[in-house]
C-alpha cells in the first residue's frame, strides 16, 4: 500500500485522537486534522496549549483514525515538526478560517502552530485483525 491511500483515508476521517507524552504520563485528545498527502499528516493548534509545549519537548505521537462505525481504523506512530513556511501557514488560515475567532489572520502571528506529521508508520486495522495485530503490513514514511 502507498502513503496515499493512508491519507486518503485520513482526508476522509479527518477527526482523529492524537497522543503525545508530558514527562512519563501519556496525553490524548480529539483533533480535527487539517489534511493529509504523500508527504504526511497536517495539523493547526494555538501556540499556547499544552499540546504543543508537549510536542517542542517531545515530538513523538500517535494518531488514531477511524470511521464512523468503527469498522475501519488507522494507527500513525511518528514524529512532528512545526511548520515555519509563511505560504503554508497562510494557507492553513485561509482553509481553517476559524482561526481568526482566536486572533490569528497572519501566518507570521506566534499564536499559530502548524505541525507535521512527517516520517513515521501507518497501518490499518478492522475487527479481523484483532488477534493478529503484529501481522498487519505497515507502511513506513
Known amino acids: 500500500m502507498s502513503l496515499k491511500e493512508y491519507a486518503d483515508f485520513a482526508n476522509e476521517n479527518k477527526t482523529c485522537f492524537l497522543s503525545t507524552v508530558e514527562g512519563d504520563q501519556p496525553r490524548v485528545r480529539a483533533m480535527g486534522m487539517w489534511y493529509a498527502d504523500e508527504k504526511g499528516f497536517y495539523f493547526q493548534a494555538q501556540s499556547v496549549k499544552a499540546l504543543i ?31 515555519e513556511d509563511l505560504k503554508m501557514r497562510a494557507k492553513c488560515i485561509e482553509e481553517r478560517p476559524f482561526v481568526k475567532n482566536f486572533g490569528i489572520t497572519e501566518p507570521s502571528n506566534p499564536l499559530l502552530a502548524v505541525f507535521h506529521l512527517y516520517t513515521g508508520e501507518a497501518f490499518f486495522w478492522t475487527f479481523g485483525d484483532s488477534m493478529k495485530e503484529d501481522q498487519i503490513p505497515r507502511v513506513k514514511f
Do not use: W
Not at 505521537?61 to 477511524?66: G, M, S
Open 53 to 83: 509545549k508537549q510536542l517542542q519537548k517531545n515530538p513523538k505521537v500517535e494518531a488514531y483514525f477511524c470511521t464512523k462505525d468503527f469498522s475501519k481504523a488507522m494507527r500513525v506512530t511518528g514524529k512532528v515538526k512545526f511548520v
